[in-house]
């Protein structure tokens, strides 16, 4: 069965650090794109960052390039979100997800990022970045 377990979510304050892990099992990691998301009360998922062993990213939001990382660890199955420079608006419940390696496009935002994209999700960790 394929799972998704995201974890590392805390309380921060504005320029502070986190680091997410999500820790997978069932399936093979270099076989799939792996997604981080966000979704913050009366907002709209927002695709963060993801990542595959077989290409396609890593891509970032505009809103959280160079302050996030997004990484793999093969041989532990887990993916990895650093979040640095935390702002504020960064509060959201953060979400990992399993999905297909789609095909790069040439302009306008890449389809990996689009949440809908994706199959196989895990349970939230929240994020809460204080003034």
């Known amino acids: 069965d394929v799972q998704l377990q995201a974890s590392g979510g805390g309380f921060v304050q504005t320029g502070g650090s986190l680091r997410l892990s999500c820790a997978t099992s069932?399936?093979?990691?270099?076989?799939?794109?792996i997604g981080w998301f966000r979704q913050a009360p009366g907002r709209e998922r927002e695709g963060v960052s993801c990542?595959?062993?077989?290409?396609?990213?890593?891509y970032y939001a505009d809103s959280v390039k160079g302050r996030f990382t997004i990484s793999s660890d093969n041989a532990k199955n887990t993916v990895y979100l650093q979040m640095n420079s935390l702002k504020p608006e960064d509060t959201a419940v953060y979400y990992c997800?399993?999905?297909?390696?789609?095909?790069?496009?040439?302009?306008?935002?890449?389809?990996?990022?689009?949440?809908?994209?994706?199959?196989?999700w895990g349970q939230g960790t929240l994020v809460t970045v204080s003034s």
């Open positions: 997800a399993a999905g297909p390696i789609l095909h790069p496009v040439d302009a306008g935002p890449p389809p990996q990022l689009d949440f809908r994209n994706y199959d196989h």
């Open positions: 069932g399936f093979n990691l270099v076989d799939y794109a």
């Open positions: 990542i595959s062993s077989r290409g396609g990213g890593p």
